[in-house]
């Protein structure tokens, strides 16, 4: 007969602890979804403008394209901008450029070219501002912009963004009701099918866009501009108190300011912009983590105020759920250690325990994921989002397997830790099999992290072993989640580790944790 005694309640406290917190959020990605499907009578799409500008009255409009060592995409997102059709006499485009390497020489002459008119295009509306003291990162370089800027209105967008020359006129109408502050459009991908691990982002991507978005803006609490393919009214960015760049997340941390000022902001699910997936491990957990980090810094900022607002109840919750999300990357590390030994004390207590409490717990954790992101491929893509049930498992065990990169750059925000930061490189490829000379160039140096990974994944596939062999047998698919994951995101980059070591250059590093870009 089982006893209970001191050593298994120390540990099976906090296990239950970690496994009801992280309940709480599965619950919240269902919430999302009833958000979504409740609200969708007050969805914003272009087509449903309140108000309209008459074309003598249209704004101007400034499109900042801030840009950081981006010589491989420059000319790509250039030419795209120049593009866009609004009238000229009400249109500018500011290219901020702060690089230290080539893209410096070839971004002011591609500058220099469309100015003068190429490419069939008459002479465009485009200035060139290179900062030599990079103070403030992209916040920093925004900012820099503004002071010259003629805009009523300010478009952006990152350096692999390719906006359709329809984009502004799609928006604009939207800025004709008075109190919006800020429209967000949503992110497709150029090269969604260049790799499983790009389906995979694309996929999670989605979720973001379409659920998270989604619900939030039709439920009208705050939701946050997503640094790029969006457009702010001047108004909004002054009195919000401007670009700040003491978090990594200048955008969110925007977002929520000008929100509590009472600035409307709208996202338009229907409007898309496409742009460059990470095509690398490496670059993918670099973009992660600098998303988890900058999310804590602006919740340790801002959720004090969201707090003290008067803001409704549900959207000072849901801002808590949004800011504090990444929290769970350290708690799945706590439970990462207490799994093998509350695993086998729990089968010591029984079945029937662990089937109506560990069992429901498990699943309103990892099963909300799974509804989640095929709820937002089915919107998507009716008739053929049903494939996606084939990368779930894969979905899963990636988020899993960015535990280790995003729980170090959590713990760091938390004791407000500044740290060298990797930037995410762009390589400019979209189909299979292509390669480029910028991987070689802007390629992300490793570390012991991806070792970490790979050690966590046998110690995984040994808790499999024991689930087995003590007829554990419920446990082993959420087990084999954490082996599949650790091990293919440690392998992955170790393998573009080697590759870089045949013939990269390293990797550039920020001396302060504020990069440019995605």
Same mark, same amino acid.
């Given at each position: 007969?089982?006893? =209970?005694?001191?050593?298994?309640?120390?540990?099976?406290?906090?296990?239950?602890?970690?496994?009801?917190?992280?309940?709480?959020?599965? /619950?919240?990605?269902?919430?999302?979804?009833?958000?979504?499907?409740?609200?969708?009578?007050?969805?914003?799409?272009?087509?449903?403008?309140?108000?309209?500008?008459?074309?003598?009255?249209? $704004?101007?409009?400034?499109?900042?394209?801030?840009?950081?060592? &981006?010589?491989?995409?420059?000319?790509?997102?250039?030419?795209?901008?120049?593009?866009?059709?609004?009238?000229?006499?009400?249109?500018?485009?500011?290219?901020?450029?702060?690089?230290?390497? &080539?893209?410096?020489?070839?971004?002011?002459?591609?500058?220099?070219?469309?100015?003068?008119?190429?490419?069939?295009?008459? $002479?465009?509306?485009?200035?060139?501002?290179?900062?030599?003291? %990079?103070?403030?990162?992209?916040?920093?370089?925004?900012?820099?912009?503004?002071?010259?800027?003629?805009?009523?209105?300010?478009?952006?967008?990152?350096?692999?963004?390719?906006?359709?020359?329809?984009?502004?006129?799609?928006?604009?109408?939207?800025?004709?009701?008075?109190?919006?502050?800020?429209?967000?459009?949503?992110?497709?991908?150029?090269?969604?099918?260049?790799?499983?691990?790009?389906?995979?982002?694309?996929?999670?991507?989605?979720?973001?866009?379409?659920?998270?978005?989604?619900?939030?803006?039709?439920?009208?609490?705050?939701?946050?501009?997503?640094?790029?393919?969006?457009?702010?009214?001047?108004?909004?960015?002054?009195?919000?108190?401007?670009?700040?760049?003491?978090?990594?997340?200048?955008?969110?941390?925007?977002?929520?300011?000008?929100?509590?000022?009472? =600035?409307?902001?709208?996202?338009?699910?229907?409007?898309?912009?496409?742009?460059?997936?990470? /095509?690398?491990?490496?670059?993918?957990?670099?973009?992660?983590?600098? =998303?988890?980090?900058?999310?804590?810094?602006?919740?340790?900022?801002?959720?004090?105020?969201?707090?003290? +607002?008067?803001?409704?109840?549900?959207?000072?919750?849901?801002?808590?759920?949004?800011?504090?999300?990444?929290?769970?990357?350290?708690? @799945?590390?706590?439970?990462?250690?207490?799994?093998?030994?509350?695993?086998?004390?729990?089968?010591?207590?029984?079945?029937?325990?662990?089937?109506? /409490?560990?069992?429901?717990?498990?699943?309103?954790?990892? @099963?909300?994921?799974?509804?989640?992101?095929?709820?937002?491929?089915?919107?998507?893509?009716?008739?053929? =989002?049903?494939?996606?049930?084939?990368?779930? $498992?894969?979905?899963?065990?990636?988020?899993?397997?960015?535990?280790?990169?995003?729980?170090?750059?959590?713990?760091?925000?938390?004791?407000?830790?500044? +740290?060298?930061?990797? %930037?995410?490189?762009?390589?400019?490829?979209?189909?299979?099999?292509?390669?480029?000379?910028?991987?070689?160039?802007?390629?992300?140096?490793?570390?012991?992290?991806?070792?970490?990974?790979?050690?966590?994944?046998?110690?995984?596939?040994?808790?499999?072993?024991?689930?087995?062999?003590?007829?554990?047998?419920?446990?082993?698919?959420?087990?084999?989640?954490?082996?599949?994951?650790?091990?293919?995101?440690?392998?992955?980059?170790?393998?573009?580790?080697?590759?870089?070591?045949?013939? !990269?250059? !390293?990797?550039?590093?920020?001396?302060?944790?504020?990069?440019?870009?995605?």
């Amino acid at each position: 007969m089982y006893r =209970w005694n001191t050593f298994d309640i120390w540990l099976l406290v906090p296990y239950f602890i970690v496994m009801v917190i992280l309940a709480f959020y599965g /619950i919240h990605r269902y919430q999302l979804v009833w958000l979504y499907y409740r609200n969708k009578k007050k969805e914003a799409t272009s087509l449903n403008p309140p108000m309209l500008f008459a074309d003598a009255d249209l $704004p101007f409009v400034t499109i900042q394209l801030p840009i950081f060592n &981006e010589q491989y995409v420059i000319d790509r997102l250039v030419d795209a901008c120049c593009r866009i059709e609004y009238p000229r006499d009400r249109f500018e485009i500011q290219v901020l450029d702060d690089s230290t390497d &080539e893209t410096h020489q070839v971004a002011g002459e591609i500058v220099a070219r469309y100015a003068a008119g190429t490419a069939g295009l008459a $002479p465009q509306p485009i200035y060139y501002l290179h900062r030599e003291d %990079r103070y403030g990162y992209k916040a920093g370089a925004l900012d820099a912009g503004l002071k010259t800027a003629k805009g009523e209105l300010i478009a952006i967008f990152d350096a692999d963004f390719v906006p359709p020359v329809d984009w502004l006129a799609k928006v604009i109408n939207h800025f004709a009701e008075p109190g919006v502050g800020m429209v967000q459009t949503r992110w497709t991908h150029l090269n969604r099918n260049y790799s499983f691990l790009t389906q995979v982002e694309a996929i999670l991507l989605d979720g973001h866009f379409v659920l998270e978005h989604g619900g939030r803006s039709r439920a009208g609490v705050f939701f946050n501009f997503n640094g790029t393919a969006g457009m702010w009214r001047r108004a909004a960015i002054d009195e919000a108190g401007g670009w700040q760049h003491d978090t990594l997340t200048e955008d969110t941390d925007l977002s929520y300011r000008a929100q509590l000022k009472g =600035w409307k902001f709208k996202y338009l699910q229907d409007v898309e912009c496409p742009a460059e997936l990470p /095509i690398e491990m490496t670059a993918f957990k670099t973009q992660q983590a600098r =998303w988890a980090k900058g999310l804590i810094q602006t919740g340790k900022k801002i959720l004090p105020r969201v707090l003290k +607002s008067d803001a409704p109840f549900h959207t000072k919750l849901e801002a808590w759920y949004h800011l504090t999300a990444n929290l769970s990357y350290p708690l @799945m590390i706590v439970l990462s250690v207490l799994l093998m030994p509350a695993m086998i004390i729990r089968s010591w207590q029984g079945w029937v325990q662990m089937l109506l /409490i560990d069992f429901p717990l498990f699943m309103a954790s990892t @099963m909300s994921i799974s509804s989640f992101y095929l709820t937002s491929q089915r919107e998507l893509f009716p008739k053929t =989002w049903y494939k996606t049930i084939l990368y779930l $498992p894969f979905l899963m065990a990636l988020g899993v397997g960015l535990t280790i990169t995003n729980t170090k750059a959590v713990m760091e925000a938390l004791f407000g830790i500044k +740290s060298a930061f990797a %930037r995410t490189p762009k390589y400019r490829v979209s189909k299979k099999g292509e390669s480029n000379v910028a991987a070689k160039k802007y390629r992300k140096r490793l570390g012991i992290i991806p070792w970490i990974e790979l050690a966590i994944g046998c110690y995984f596939a040994f808790t499999v072993w024991y689930a087995v062999s003590s007829e554990n047998y419920f446990t082993v698919p959420f087990l084999l989640l954490f082996v599949l994951g650790y091990w293919y995101t440690g392998l992955l980059s170790l393998l573009q580790g080697r590759f870089e070591r045949g013939g !990269g250059s !390293g990797a550039e590093i920020h001396e302060k944790p504020y990069p440019v870009g995605i």
